[in-house]
């Protein structure tokens, strides 16, 4: 092989593969999403997701009743994705506040997503509880 072939494959492979990465990026950008707006949405179903499953064995309505806002913090944090910040607010039936202490792990900054879930008690005295929850991504 002589000198000025090797010279030639050299440039083919650096536009190939300046071909490849730019198709590469490409791509990626294609996937993103494209708006703020599917963010919340995607978020507003996760967090959606979270209280309907601990709404689903009455777990969400025991702790409200028991006042118990550190455990049902905990459950929020482990049933939501790593990286989202929330905010929880219970009120009652008239629309007064009960919890006692704020249910959050962090600052919400940014694009909030935010959820409104009734949820009414299992027992044989009547009671519904309206909750807020507030989403971010931290970024």
Not at 31 to 42: E, G, I
Not at 88 to 117: K, P, R
């Amino acid at each position: 092989m002589s000198r000025s072939s090797r010279g030639q494959i050299r440039v083919a492979e650096a536009f190939l593969s300046a071909f490849i990465i730019f198709s590469a990026l490409a791509i990626c950008s294609a996937l993103s999403p494209p708006s703020n707006v599917d963010n919340q949405q995607a978020l507003a179903a996760q967090g959606m997701r979270a209280l309907i499953q601990l709404d689903s064995d009455g777990t969400l309505t025991s702790m409200i009743a028991q006042g118990n806002w550190t455990a049902l913090s905990t459950a929020l944090q482990l049933l939501l994705p790593l990286g989202v910040s929330y905010n929880l607010t219970v009120y009652d039936e008239n629309m007064q506040q009960i919890n006692t202490i704020s249910i959050t792990n962090g600052n919400l900054i940014g694009n909030v997503a935010a959820v409104q879930y009734l949820c009414a008690s299992q027992s044989l005295q009547y009671h519904s509880y309206t909750l807020r929850l507030q989403l971010a991504v931290v970024k």
